[in-house]
C-alpha cells in the first residue's frame, strides 16, 4: 500500500511569507505527527492530530500551526516565515493511535526561506 | 525535560566490521524506545523499537539493541556491517502521551555511519 506521501516536495519562500504543507497518510491511519529536521536541532516534534483534534503539541511558536481533515489528511502551515524556518519538514501517520503502533514517515518537504 | 543522546556522530567502519551505537534517554518512567535509520534519500523507517518485555530487542536487517534499564540505555548493535548499511541512525523515544497521544518522539541527534567496502 501506498506510504506517507507529503507535498510539495521542495519549495522556496521568502520571509514573511506564509506556507502550507501537505500530508496524505496511509490509507485506514488516523494519526499524523508533523516534525521539524535542521542541522542544528535535530528533529523535533511539532504536533500530532488524531481524529481532526490536535492531541499533543511540541515548543514551537503559534506561527506553527495545522489541521487534520475527516479522511485523515493533514496539513500544517507557517506564518510569517523566518530564515530559521528552512528545514525538512516530515509527516509520520500511525493506525490507531494507539501504543505499540508503528510509526511510518513520509519524505518530507524541504522548506527554504530566503 | 525529555532528552535522548547519542554518543557518537560518526562511524566509519570496514564491511564485516561490528557495529555498536550508543544511545541514552533521561526518561525515568515507562519507556518505549526507537531506533530509526535514514538511508541516503530515502525517508527514516523503523529498525526496532522497545516497549516492554525481553530486554534484548531484534529488528529488521540484523540489527538488535539492548535496553538496559539502570543505565538509561539502548545501544544498537550489529555483529557484521554491510556497505549497504552506510546511513544515518536515530534513536528515539516516545514522549509523553499527554491526550492519549504517541505521536511525540523525543530524537536523539543522529549517528551518521559510514561502511567502507
Known amino acids: 500500500k501506498a506510504g506517507v506521501t507529503q507535498t510539495p516536495r521542495y519549495l522556496i519562500k521568502t520571509r514573511g511569507q506564509q506556507v502550507t504543507l501537505s500530508c496524505s497518510p496511509i490509507?485506514?491511519?488516523?494519526?499524523v505527527s508533523w516534525y521539524q529536521q535542521t542541522p542544528g536541532q535535530g528533529l523535533q516534534f511539532l504536533f500530532e492530530y488524531f481524529s481532526e483534534t490536535q492531541r499533543n503539541k511540541g515548543n514551537f511558536p503559534g506561527r506553527f500551526s495545522g489541521r487534520q481533515f475527516s479522511n485523515s489528511r493533514s496539513e500544517m502551515n507557517v506564518s510569517t516565515l523566518e530564515l530559521g524556518d528552512s528545514a525538512l519538514y516530515l509527516c509520520?501517520?500511525?493506525?490507531?493511535?494507539?501504543?505499540?503502533?508503528?510509526?511510518?514517515f513520509g519524505e518530507g518537504s524541504w522548506l527554504t526561506v530566503v | 525535560a525529555q532528552s535522548v543522546s547519542q554518543h557518537n556522530h560518526h562511524v566509519i567502519l570496514s564491511e564485516a566490521a561490528s557495529l555498536e551505537l550508543g544511545c541514552n534517554y533521561s526518561?525515568?518512567?515507562?519507556?518505549?524506545l526507537f531506533w530509526y535509520v535514514q538511508y541516503p534519500g530515502q525517508h527514516l523507517q523503523l529498525l526496532l523499537k522497545y516497549f516492554s518485555g525481553d530486554p534484548l530487542v531484534k529488528g529488521i536487517k540484523g540489527f538488535e539493541a539492548e535496553f538496559i534499564k539502570s543505565k538509561f540505555s539502548f545501544n544498537l548493535r550489529k555483529p557484521s556491517v554491510q556497505w549497504s548499511d552506510t546511513a544515518e541512525y536515530f534513536c528515539a523515544e516516545l514522549g509523553d502521551h499527554y491526550g492519549g497521544s504517541q505521536g511525540n518522539l523525543i530524537f536523539g541527534k543522529g549517528t551518521k555511519l559510514s561502511v567502507k567496502p
Open positions: 526518561y525515568g518512567g515507562t519507556v518505549n
Open positions: 509520520a501517520s500511525s493506525g490507531a493511535g494507539t501504543l505499540g503502533d508503528t510509526i511510518y
Open positions: 490509507s485506514g491511519h488516523r494519526s
